[in-house]
């Protein structure tokens, strides 16, 4: 038996979420093979090296390779069904785009130099990163089964678009929990309040989601610690 | 921490509950003190000192020549297992227009009754609406609506557009939360399309319309009236562009007015906005309806000048910036809009203040939105 994991660029670029797809040979062919070859049944596998179609007859030409590489596609598209998130989140919700980045590209980067050096492709790391952060958050903080509510209540039914969080307030003393108090303490409370929801840790990945929503949702707005 | 507070929901309706036992028994002018030495913060007899329920009697100045309809809106039911939140705040509207004294002709109903458009949740609104002692007119919303496009509204309820003559005025209620198919397209379930809907802040849904069909309808309606005769309008969405992205904002507004300019005396009722909201248009009056479930934000731009803020809701006082309300149709056949905000100060918005006579001015905000 023969197990071919296919690394096509373009099927890694689609798993992983980069829309950028590079030339390459046959699909078929820039496959990794393993084992002996064996007369009847081949295993190509996708980059994820479990997502698996079984060939009697390898492919011949580009067309053949192509055949594979969607039949695996659309074996692993089944079994995520929520690749598509950023789309959907997208469509449904606007996240303020974080800071443009390219400043720091062109002038003031000299050349033979390399550290501080910047690509395009940094920029657009940190861009696309840090967007995806406050997307996350986007997505917990309209859902009530992410927050865990018991009474199917989540943050965007009193703070659309998150309007009237403030996160640009805190820390500030807040006279009914008799303690300053950060973002996250606020949060904290909205669940266990309006949301009957468990609070969550400060390290809990969707209450750094959530920040983050929050916090892109106030760009532009200046820090005002201790207002009420 | 989760056993660290009482849910402050919890500690207000224990002391809501042990101020109305402590009350009833009271005669009207003991009730007047009470309320009064709440309000300055003493102790009730019985040492119940209530500090997030103070007992405020409205003062219904009752016009001889005009009338009133009280209102309540916007309750987004969930069915009582899943939320008895919405379900109590419900009850509590309904209880206090039946305590109203004297009782209003109608109580009108501004759309939203149910969160997800769920049969189960329109049929526990209507079952709790039908305890109001007045006749209730109904309108529709948007989360009434997109589960199965009105089936089982009408079913309860009838037909969402129609009209009725009251002591000499024309009401009209219409059907304004139109949407163009966004769904097909994209193949979306029932359950997902009235998702989609159901979020404020949601981009994936259409801006409501009273569209083509309902235009040619109200015209209709219209044609029949003298153009002397009061007209009051109920929509759930304002009936003028405000802020799209939350659909506070009729597609067709426009057209719409059209239809209305004509009358010497127009108002419009709406929904959707959950806050103190009053503007006016030519000479056509706008008043928004307080919410049962929870209030919004006002929207980042776009509010009309004419709007004097509710204060910012407290979270840490439950249904704090909810409530209910009247109108009063006046001898002239315009409308003042009280809105009876749950534990704060009744605030009153005059037509004579809309129509920028010497009206008293509701009071300035003291703490707006952030």
Redesign the interface.
Known sequence: MRTFVIVAAALAAAACGSKKSSPSGGAAGTGTAAGSAAAGSTEVKLCDNVTTVSLDTLPKDRAGGQAVADALMAQWRQAHPDQEWEAAVK????VKPPADNRAVLGDGQRAGVTYGRYTERDVLIWARESERAAMEGARVF?SGDELGST???SC??????A????PE?YPKFQV?LGRVVLLRDMI???L???V?A??MAADDPRMRALEAYILAQRKDVPLEYGKH | ??RR?T???TRYYEERERALRALSGLSRRSFLKVAAAAAGGAALAGGVSPHSFLPVRVAHADDPKGFRFAYISDSHL?DRK????FVNALLRAVDDVNRMDPQPDFVLYGGDLA?LGQPGELALGAQILKELKAPVKMMVGEHDWYLDLGEVWRDLFGAPQYSFDHKGVHFVTLMSVVEKDFWTARKLSPMDRMK?VA??????QSPFEVGAEGRAWLAADLAKVAKTTPLVVFSHSPLYKLYK??NFWTDDADEVQALLRPFQKVTVIHGHTHQLLSNRIGNIHFHGMLSTA????YA?EGLPELTIQMD?PD??NPQDGCGDGSFVVNEAGLVDALYALWNRNPVTVSSSYLAGKRGVAPPRTTRA??
């Not at chain 1, 469509?91 to 606007?94: A, I, L, N």
């Open positions: 469509r449904s919700w606007s309209h009474i199917a209540v965007d039914m009193c703070h659309p678009d309007a009237n969080t403030h307030t009914q904290n409370w909205c266990e309040h309006p009957r468990k609070p | 921490m989760a507070y849910p402050v929901e969930y899943t939320n008895d939140r969160q989609t979020g404020l802040d949601n981009g994936a992205k939350w929870w209030p919004w934000p980042p910012r979270p840490f939105g952030y």
